[in-house]
């Protein structure tokens, strides 16, 4: 598939679909049920784990979340991010106790699991591409369909 748009609309479905989960939020650091977290602060965390220094409406965008001002704030205030204010605006940073918790959540297998993650992720967006070209195939009926009775 080449069409730009519909790529792009396969990646925000696959976004959406992966930032709703909290069970792989879970599921990659079942330590963090040890902290009282709410699903979206994992979700911030865990995105900061694998990028940090992003700005807000970046981190909003990545998780396709209208809001999340409050889980910044309750995360700054368990001294787990920090936020720097820059020329383009404010980005947001872990703090040391922020990456101690990734250590914590075993860095190293977490980061082998994402990226097994992201090769699958890539792997169903190809398969998703396929199929939507399959379904707009130049071979498909065209015309507008007129029932008769």
Known sequence: MSDPAQ????????GTALS????????????MDDVSLSAD???VLLMLWTSDGVSE??????????????ALDALEQKELVT???????????????????????GAEEMSRRLDRLK??????????QRTVGLLTD????????????
């Open 119 to 128: 090769s699958e992720i890539v792997s169903l967006r190809d398969v998703l």
């Open 57 to 70: 409406p970046g981190i909003a965008e990545r998780l396709h979340a209208d809001h999340i001002e409050d």
């Open 20 to 31: 709703a989960s909290n069970d792989l939020v879970a599921t990659l650091c079942p330590q």
């Open 7 to 14: 790529v792009a609309l396969l990646d925000e479905y696959l």
């Open 41 to 43: 602060e994992r979700r």
């Open 83 to 105: 936020r720097i204010a820059s020329k383009e605006g404010r980005s947001v940073w872990l703090t040391g106790k922020g990456r101690a918790m990734w250590k914590f959540c």
């Open 138 to 149: 130049d071979n498909a009926p065209s015309g507008t369909f007129q029932a008769t009775a």
